[in-house]
C-alpha cells in the first residue's frame, strides 16, 4: 500500500472529478495523503480550458517535478483536461510525467497508480463519451456545503469552447443515484448544495423520455431535511422554462442565485458563436426572472474580444451591463482554443481584448458598489465558512455568494459562532467590497 497525493485544479466539477478519484485509492487501500510530500505517487487533475489554465496546470507539474528532483515525491500522474488535450505531447515534452490518463479514464485511476508503483508507464484515455461510473467520494470543500455534479460532456458545440472535445458529449446521471449521493452528502454534515454540470439546464434530455429533469431534480432535493440551501450553476438561457423558474421562486430552499453564461449580447456575435438566442431574447429573460423570483441574484461570464467584437459591439456589451446591472460578473478575454472554429475567425488582439476586459470589470466593479449599497440596513441571512486570524473576525456568504467565486460577509458578534453555523447578520458597512454586519439573531441552523 502506497500514499498517494492529490492536487485538483480548475472548476468545481473537476474538483469532484478528483474527490471520485481519491475516494478509489483509498477504498483499495492506499492512504490518500493531505500533503503531497511524502507521496509515492502525485495525481494532479489539471484544467485545459483556457490559456491561463494550461499555463497553472504546467506550472503545478514543474513544482512538483522540482520536488521529485530533491526526492520528495515519486511518480507524477496527469490527470484531467490537459492530458486529454496534448495527450501526444504531455510525456515527451515533460519527461518528469511518469503517466497520463484521460477524462475518460478517472475510473482506471487505481490500475493506473499501481502500474507507476511497479515501475511502468502509464497512458489510458478510455472513451470520453462513455457513461459516468458511480463511486463515493472523499468530499475536499468544508463539511458544511458541497458541490454535486449531475452530468457529464457538453452537447453546446459552442463556437470558442473546446470542452466538447475534452469531455465528449452530455451524459446525465440517473436521478436516484444523485438523489442518493445528495442524501449521503446531508447525512455527513452538508447544508449547501451547489448543483454544478457544464450545462445543469439540459439534465435528463439525453436519458429516455429525453425530459428536462431539472425541475424535477430541485424538488426532490428541497425534500431531503438537512439541506438548507440548494443553489444553481450554469443554467443555460435558453433551457429557462416557466417551470424551472417556479420551482426557484416557490422552494425555499433554492436560493435566489443563478449562474447564466451569456458570454455576449451582440446578435451576431452570439450567432457566430452557436449561442442560441439574441440580445432581445436575453434582455427578456433577464426581465421575467427578475419579475418572478424577487431578490434575484443572476451571475454571469463575459468574453471580450470574441470574433466580431469591433468598437460598436464591444460599446453594446458596456451598455448591456450598464442597463442590465447584473450582480455578479465574471469577464475573461478571448483566448483562441486550438481545435475550435473560433480559433480560425479573425479577431482582435489579445492586448486589445485584455483592455476591453478591464473596461468590463472597472464597469462592473461600480455595479457592485451599487448593489452593496443597496443591501446596507438589510438582515441576510448567512453561513458562516470560518474564521480570518489577520482580520480577527469571522466570515460567511449570503445567497448572494457562491463559495470561491463571489464574496464574503464578515461578521460581528457579542456571541461565538462556529463553522457552518446560518446566522442572521444586519449589514452596516463594506471592506474592500465584501459585505460587513453583526450578528442581530440565531437563524436555522
Not at 512538483?64 to 530533491?70: E, F, G, N, R, V
Not at 447564466?260 to 452557436?274: E, R, S, T
Not at 418572478?292 to 454571469?300: M, W
Not at 478575454?333 to 486589445?352: C, I, L, N, R, W
Request: charged share 30%; hydrophobic share 40%.
Amino acid at each position: 500500500m502506497a500514499n498517494i497525493g492529490f492536487i485538483s485544479l480548475g472548476c468545481a466539477k473537476n474538483q469532484v472529478d478528483c474527490e471520485r478519484m481519491m475516494h478509489r485509492v483509498q477504498e483499495a487501500g492506499h492512504t490518500v495523503k493531505a500533503d503531497i510530500v511524502g507521496s509515492d505517487v502525485v495525481v494532479i487533475n489539471t484544467c485545459g480550458f483556457i490559456d491561463s489554465a494550461k499555463s497553472e496546470a504546467i506550472d503545478y507539474i514543474l513544482q512538483t517535478a522540482a520536488l521529485k528532483d530533491q526526492g520528495l515525491v515519486g511518480k507524477i500522474l496527469v490527470t484531467g483536461c490537459l492530458s486529454q488535450r496534448y495527450q501526444k505531447d504531455i510525456l515527451t515534452e515533460m519527461p518528469e510525467v511518469d503517466g497520463i490518463l484521460g477524462t475518460g479514464s478517472y475510473a482506471d485511476i487505481v490500475p493506473a497508480v499501481e502500474a507507476l508503483l511497479e515501475g511502468n508507464q502509464v497512458e489510458d484515455f478510455g472513451s470520453i463519451d462513455a457513461p459516468e461510473q458511480e463511486t463515493g467520494r472523499i468530499v475536499t470543500t468544508p463539511e458544511h456545503y458541497a458541490f454535486i455534479k449531475i452530468a457529464e460532456g457538453c452537447d453546446n458545440r459552442c463556437a470558442y469552447c473546446i470542452i466538447p472535445y475534452l469531455r465528449g458529449r452530455y451524459r446525465s446521471r440517473q436521478l436516484d443515484d444523485v438523489l442518493y449521493e445528495a442524501r449521503t452528502l446531508a447525512a455527513s454534515g452538508v447544508k449547501e448544495l451547489i448543483v454544478v454540470a457544464q450545462d445543469t439546464s439540459r439534465y435528463g434530455t439525453d436519458l429516455p423520455g429525453r425530459k428536462r429533469l431539472l425541475p424535477q431534480l430541485l424538488r426532490e432535493l428541497c425534500r431531503i431535511e438537512d439541506l438548507h440551501w440548494i443553489r444553481v450553476h450554469y443554467v443555460y438561457p435558453d433551457e429557462i422554462d416557466d417551470e424551472l423558474i417556479d420551482v426557484i421562486a416557490s422552494e425555499p430552499k433554492i436560493v435566489k442565485y443563478l449562474d447564466i453564461p451569456l458570454q455576449h449580447c451582440n446578435d451576431k456575435i452570439l450567432k457566430l458563436m452557436n449561442r442560441r438566442g439574441d440580445s432581445a431574447f436575453l434582455r427578456e429573460l433577464i426581465a421575467k426572472l427578475r419579475s418572478r423570483i424577487p431578490g434575484l441574484v443572476i451571475r454571469t461570464s463575459l468574453i471580450t474580444g470574441l470574433p466580431g467584437e469591433g468598437e460598436a459591439e464591444f460599446r453594446e456589451l458596456c451598455d448591456f451591463l450598464r442597463e442590465e446591472r447584473l450582480e455578479r460578473v465574471g469577464v475573461f478575454a478571448f483566448s483562441p482554443e486550438e481545435g475550435t472554429p473560433a480559433a480560425k475567425m479573425e479577431f482582435v488582439d489579445s492586448e486589445t481584448a485584455a483592455k476591453r476586459a478591464q473596461i468590463i470589470e472597472m464597469l462592473q466593479s461600480d455595479i457592485m458598489d451599487e448593489y452593496n449599497a443597496s443591501m446596507m440596513g438589510k438582515t441576510l441571512e448567512v453561513l458562516v465558512d470560518g474564521y480570518d486570524e489577520e482580520q480577527e473576525q469571522f466570515y460567511g456568504r449570503s445567497y448572494a455568494d457562491s463559495p470561491d467565486i463571489d464574496g464574503r460577509v464578515w461578521i460581528a458578534s457579542d456571541e461565538p459562532v462556529r463553522e457552518g453555523q446560518f446566522v442572521s447578520v444586519k449589514i452596516d458597512g463594506c471592506i474592500d467590497g465584501d459585505l460587513s454586519g453583526y450578528v442581530v439573531e440565531e437563524a436555522e441552523a
